[in-house]
């Protein structure tokens, strides 16, 4: 669908500038569920809205932060890391070493990391696999009818 | 009217000024066309089916925010609707929407006029921020040294410890960035909105509402900003967008 392509196109690279910062003129998937199921206006019971599955949407889009996955990676990560790294390194070459790769792109990595667990893997896919199961999720939103 | 009886997704409210046009496809691939009354009007498209029921998947999603997105473009100021509103027809949404709340909605419409919401998220390179809890944190280097020494599955309590530290660590590093990047921003912003992290390493998940002549300034210090804190924190901005997390309805009956 032409909307779908239009939104995926988006994503521009920032000119100009030091670059640090990934921009993106248009929202990705993952800011939109966080965005457009969060925030906006919500109008009173005259409308007679129900959000059946909304809920449960949202519910997936929160990322557990604190779990004994989590601990277990993040002691993995800890122990792939080469401390030596930092003693013999000084920071001058640690910044030539990244200013490639770039902050935004790490950035931007994790990120799509975060949307590939919500929505699945057809998303661009980049950086960070960080064991984050892809799941879909489609549900239905009803009109509950005013009785009048 | 031809359309009435006909559910109406509503995707968000727009002045009635005859200015502007909705461009962007709406849910379903239907036309999208604001529904006036006075000076406040919706931008909705019919609802296919009868009941006005409507799947909710990404498609869906992306439509809202994409009309929502191409309208900030058109029209003068832009308030969006949370995603999944369906009102039984056209009079509804004047009657019920629209009407009722005429007062409210031009009030926000005239304050928001010519703003836009820019989302900003920060996160920690995981090497880097890794590398500084580690090497500051005493019984962290230790554990990280059992582990290491020892066969995996010998290893499981030290590991989950040494997880918990690292999270700790995350943590208390969260609250001083967060703070600190959002007060050297909101100065350049008419107002900010904190989110909740939404991944492990975020430092920061925040909304800033911004106009065009503010917009420079901004961004001119958050990359200062985010060369100061390359590689430790890396940034991503999004928008302009609609402003979402702006918006507010106080509510009487």
């Given at each position: 669908?032409?909307?779908?392509?239009?939104?995926?196109?988006?994503?521009?690279?920032?000119?100009?500038?030091?670059?640090?910062?990934?921009?993106?003129?248009?929202?990705?998937?993952?800011?939109?569920?966080?965005?457009?199921?969060?925030?906006?206006?919500?109008?009173?019971?005259?409308?007679?809205?129900?959000?059946?599955?909304?809920?449960?949407?949202?519910?997936?889009?929160?990322?557990?932060?604190?779990?004994?996955?989590?601990?277990?990676?993040?002691?993995?990560?800890?122990?792939?890391?080469?401390?030596?790294?930092?003693?013999?390194?000084?920071?001058?070459?640690?910044?030539?070493?990244?200013?490639?790769?770039?902050?935004?792109?790490?950035?931007?990595?994790?990120?799509?990391?975060?949307?590939?667990?919500?929505?699945?893997?057809?998303?661009?896919?980049?950086?960070?696999?960080?064991?984050?199961?892809?799941?879909?999720?489609?549900?239905?939103?009803?009109?509950?009818?005013?009785?009048? | 009217?031809?359309?009435?009886?006909?559910?109406?997704?509503?995707?968000?409210?727009?002045?009635?000024?005859?200015?502007?046009?909705?461009?962007?496809?709406?849910?379903?691939?239907?036309?999208?066309r604001v529904i006036r009354a006075g000076r406040v009007g919706a931008l909705a498209s019919p609802v296919p089916d009868a009941d006005g029921e409507l799947p909710a998947g990404r498609e869906e999603l992306r439509a809202h925010a994409q009309v929502l997105e191409a309208a900030l473009a058109e029209f003068a100021a832009v308030l969006p609707m949370r995603f999944g509103i369906v009102m039984p027809s056209d009079a509804a949404v004047r009657d019920e929407l629209l009407g009722p709340h005429s007062a409210q909605l031009e009030a926000q419409l005239d304050e928001l006029a010519g703003k836009f919401e820019m989302g900003l998220k920060a996160l920690y390179d995981e090497?880097?921020?890794?590398?500084?809890?580690?090497?500051?944190?005493?019984?962290?280097?230790?554990?990280?040294?059992?582990?290491?020494?020892?066969?995996?599955?010998?290893?499981?309590?030290?590991?989950?410890?040494?997880?918990?530290?690292?999270?700790?660590?995350?943590?208390?590093?969260?609250?001083?960035?967060?703070?600190?990047?959002?007060?050297?921003?909101?100065?350049?912003?008419?107002?900010?909105?904190?989110?909740?992290?939404?991944?492990?390493?975020?430092?920061?998940?925040?909304?800033?509402?911004?106009?065009?002549?503010?917009?420079?300034?901004?961004?001119?210090?958050?990359?200062?900003?985010?060369?100061?804190?390359?590689?430790?924190?890396?940034?991503?901005?999004?928008?302009?967008?609609?402003?979402?997390?702006?918006?507010?309805?106080?509510?009487?009956?």
């Open positions: 669908m032409a909307t779908a392509m239009q939104y995926g196109s988006g994503t521009r690279p920032y000119r100009g500038g030091s670059g640090y910062v990934a921009r993106s003129s248009s929202s990705g998937l993952y800011d939109v569920l966080e965005l457009i199921l969060d925030k906006g206006l919500v109008i009173d019971v005259f409308v007679r809205v129900s959000l059946i599955g909304i809920e449960i949407l949202t519910v997936d889009a929160r990322i557990v932060i604190a779990s004994v996955d989590t601990y277990l990676r993040f002691a993995e990560a800890v122990n792939r890391l080469d401390l030596m790294a930092t003693e013999t390194q000084g920071l001058p070459e640690m910044m030539d070493g990244l200013t490639e790769s770039g902050a935004s792109s790490k950035t931007k990595g994790a990120i799509t990391g975060a949307r590939e667990a919500l929505f699945g893997d057809d998303e661009e896919v980049e950086g960070d696999k960080e064991a984050q199961g892809s799941r879909k999720r489609s549900s239905s939103t009803r009109r509950s009818r005013s009785s009048s | 009217m031809a359309s009435d009886g006909v559910p109406q997704y509503v995707y968000g409210v727009v002045p009635a000024d005859g200015r502007g046009r909705a461009r962007a496809p709406g849910i379903g691939g239907e036309g999208v090497d880097a921020i890794l590398r500084e809890i580690v090497t500051e944190n005493r019984e962290a280097r230790a554990l990280r040294a059992a582990i290491a020494a020892a066969p995996a599955d010998a290893t499981y309590p030290q590991r989950i410890r040494l997880g918990e530290l690292i999270a700790a660590g995350l943590d208390e590093r969260r609250l001083v960035d967060e703070r600190a990047i959002a007060e050297r921003l909101e100065r350049f912003a008419i107002a900010v909105d904190l989110r909740p992290p939404i991944h492990e390493r975020m430092a920061l998940n925040a909304a800033f509402l911004l106009d065009r002549e503010r917009l420079g300034r901004f961004d001119e210090e958050l990359e200062l900003l985010a060369a100061e804190s390359h590689p430790r924190i890396g940034f991503r901005l999004t928008g302009p967008l609609p402003p979402h997390s702006f918006v507010e309805l106080s509510v009487e009956r």
